[in-house]
Nanobody
Framework: VQLQASGGGLVQDGGSLRLSCTASGRTFSRSAMRWFRQAPGKQRELVAAITSGGSTNYGDSVKGRFTISRDNAKNTVYLQMNNLKPEDTAVYYC?????????????WGQGTQVTVSS
């Protein structure tokens, strides 16, 4: 599985961005997908997740501002980010996992930088 993330950039406080993550492989529609972020000096944190059936959950800091969605026909997961704040500045990573030979294997995209200026 290969994940290719895009859509990051520089935006002002209160602005919006949409991140995309396109996955290779035939199992995308059956896989849960997640977005994580990591700011300098901080641990990577879960931002949002979506199951294969479309159920979603969000980190407390982004609830009501971010929306995760998926298009199985395009093997793509999106993260719509509205009302961005400087504290949202981080590298954003998409993630999925799969069971390989009885073990769970994590797959990560390359990361896309989001910078929110005040």
């Amino acid at each position: 599985v290969q994940l290719q993330a895009s859509g990051g950039g520089l935006v002002q406080d209160g602005g919006s961005l949409r991140l995309s993550c396109t996955a290779s492989g035939r199992t995308f529609s059956r896989s849960a997908m997640r977005w994580f972020r990591q700011a300098p000096g901080k641990q990577r944190e879960l931002v949002a997740a979506i199951t294969s059936g479309g159920s979603t959950n969000y980190g407390d800091s982004v609830k009501g501002r971010f929306t995760i969605s998926r298009d199985n026909a395009k093997n793509t997961v999106y993260l719509q980010m509205n009302n961005l704040k400087p504290e949202d500045t981080a590298v954003y990573y998409c993630n999925t996992n799969a069971v390989m030979y009885g073990s769970i294997v994590d797959y990560w995209g390359q990361g896309t930088q989001v910078t929110v200026s005040s």
